[in-house]
């Protein structure tokens, strides 16, 4: 690995650009250079990790333990990358992804970087996104009040910080990492006094025909240890249908529904989650077509059998290709490189699919089993459309779920790029992370559609702020001078 | 609010400033984890309505832990680490121009 830390250090040019210091893209750039490729990972991050091994090489906590040994695995594939001889810039955004105009011919990029407070626009003759997922966005009355986060910040707190919430603390939602979490906040010493469990009880029932496979998978005895463990020791409420959280100024209780019974619970700290979904909005600013998948409930990107997409020369790897979680990102990861590998002409077809065989047989194994946790973790439709008209849906703009349906029913709109118009959801800083797909659900709801029909945002660079004064810096080719200058 | 696990090691202290107020925190840390721990319950108040916000997940997608970092506003504190000296500020609503002019 050799480090770039400073921007007028990158090359003029890569073969290959990875995005994302996950296992997907770790694994991806590990695989691209020990077959003799140029690579260059970038990550947002200021250790490699990603979300899943998050802090690995750097995290405070003494007590492995608490993590689990899952976690520790991350070591493997980070050491891995070390050894191999490809750049590595952290605390780098990827900004913009555009076609090279100045290349001759075939498969180039453009691509807009930011270090440090100065950009820079470098070539990438091939690039592999493996951005990853975030947490689905969970709309409920409240939670934009502080002391309400995702789970998944509260473990990346406790990963990266070894810090726990002080004080009460309440997990909502459903789905592993919830579990997961419940169970290496309480190792930690968290005072947890609810685990909500939002899982609809029909869930069950859907979830039944995938049962034989999850049965032979390697999720289920993970699966299983989490849940007892949870379980054991903390109190769990089943059957949740309704959440909100209270407080004036910042959170002081979770109103909790279960069917006609509701309770309050003071607390501290509420954790949310309900699942996750891909990070889209690089690849749809670079212009990869996305289809919803039904069973994941989630826009995901169209990709090939090497995990290419509909753009030639990238590729989406990780938990961005769909949610497989990390066993199957290291080895999308891999897959993603061969292909890569193979349109740069470093190896051919054969060898490539010599090479990839082994790792395929080892994703199907890894995914075996997914589809059950997919169709008995998918979200009620209260969560994911919330029916209070006052919830807060897109967090940037303060729009409600109420002005969202609206306007949806009385102007008739159809999608969420009118509804951005109207409303300006999806227009803060955020850039739609957290309001695009509950903005989708609202219209799909009010005009009796679906998410597939009403589509999802279209995206444009930069995806990431930069500043006008990086953009300004930025050196000018010739031509880009004389296409403004009169 | 956050605080520490009984068995974190310990670590190179830093110092630092949150609307000027002396306070330290861990090398290697965030800023947003950084306010977390120091048990700082709000780091924004949004320009729509003004109402306050915490960092909320950590991962560089929510934006809501944006502050003032040695007088550049729009920082996502969750994904800058701590700097001995840093002057952090609460990022109150929109910028007004009188402050760029100014």
Known sequence: ?486 | MFRSMRDAGGGTRLSFTFDGRPLSGREGDTVAASLLANGIAICRETPVSGAPRAPYCLMGVCFDCLVVIDGVGNRQGCLVPLREGMRIETQHGRRQAEEVLG
């Open chain 1, 1 to 486: 690995m050799k480090a770039v830390t400073a921007i007028d250090q990158f090359e003029e040019s890569y073969d290959l650009v990875v995005v994302g210091a996950g296992p997907a893209g770790l694994s991806a750039a590990a695989r691209a250079a020990e077959l003799g490729i140029g690579v260059l990972l970038v990550d947002e991050n200021p250790a490699p990790g990603g979300q899943i091994y998050r802090a690995i090489t750097t995290t405070p906590v003494g007590d492995r333990e608490v993590l689990g040994a899952d976690y520790w695995r991350g070591a493997e594939i980070v050491a891995r990358f070390e050894r191999a001889q490809a750049g590595y810039a952290a605390r780098c955004t990827l900004w913009s992804i555009g076609p090279d105009e100045t290349a001759a011919e075939g498969e180039a990029f453009e691509i807009g970087l930011s270090l440090d407070g100065r950009a820079r626009l470098i070539g990438a003759r091939q690039l592999i996104l493996t951005t990853g997922a975030q947490e689905r966005p969970f709309p409920i009355p409240g939670w934009t009040l502080p002391g309400v986060m995702t789970a998944g910040a509260a473990q990346i707190a406790l990963k990266s910080a070894a810090i726990v919430p002080a004080g009460r603390t309440v997990l909502a939602g459903c789905g592993p990492l919830l579990y997961l979490l419940a169970g290496q906040l309480a190792a930690a010493g968290a005072e947890i006094v609810a685990v909500l469990d939002t899982t609809p009880r029909g869930n069950w029932l859907k979830a039944a025909g995938a049962l034989p496979n999850f049965l032979r998978s390697p999720y289920l005895a993970k699966g299983l240890r989490l849940m007892a463990k949870a379980r054991r020791s903390l109190r769990f409420v089943g059957g949740v249908t309704g959440l909100a959280a209270e407080g004036e100024g910042r959170l002081a209780s979770a109103r909790v529904a279960r069917g006609d019974a509701a309770e309050i619970i003071a607390c501290d700290t509420l954790l949310l989650h309900q699942g996750v979904i891909p990070s889209v909005n690089l690849s749809n600013a670079a212009g990869c077509a996305h289809d919803f998948d039904e069973a994941q409930h989630c826009w995901v990107p169209r990709l090939d059998n090497w995990f290419g997409s509909s753009v030639p020369g990238i590729a989406i790897a990780g938990d961005g290709a769909g949610i497989g979680g990390a066993e199957s990102a290291a080895l999308r990861g891999e897959i993603a490189a061969l292909g890569a590998v193979r349109r740069l002409g470093q190896i051919d077809l054969a060898e490539g699919d010599r090479q990839a065989a082994p790792l395929r047989s080892e994703l199907e194994r890894a995914l075996r089993g997914r589809r059950f946790l997919d169709l008995l973790y998918k979200p009620a439709p209260q969560f994911l459309a919330p029916p209070q008209d006052e919830t807060i849906i897109c967090r940037c703009e303060e729009v409600t779920a109420g002005q969202v349906r609206d306007t949806a029913t009385r102007l008739g709109v159809t999608g969420p790029n009118q509804m951005k118009a109207f409303l300006r959801c999806g227009m803060g800083p955020c850039q739609g992370r957290l309001c695009g797909p509950t903005v989708v659900e609202l219209i799909a709801q009010a005009n009796g559609t679906t998410p597939a029909e009403v589509g999802y945002y279209r995206l444009r660079p930069p995806v990431k702020p930069v500043t006008l004064a990086e953009l300004a810096a930025l050196q000018q080719t010739e031509a880009a001078v004389k296409a403004v200058v009169r």
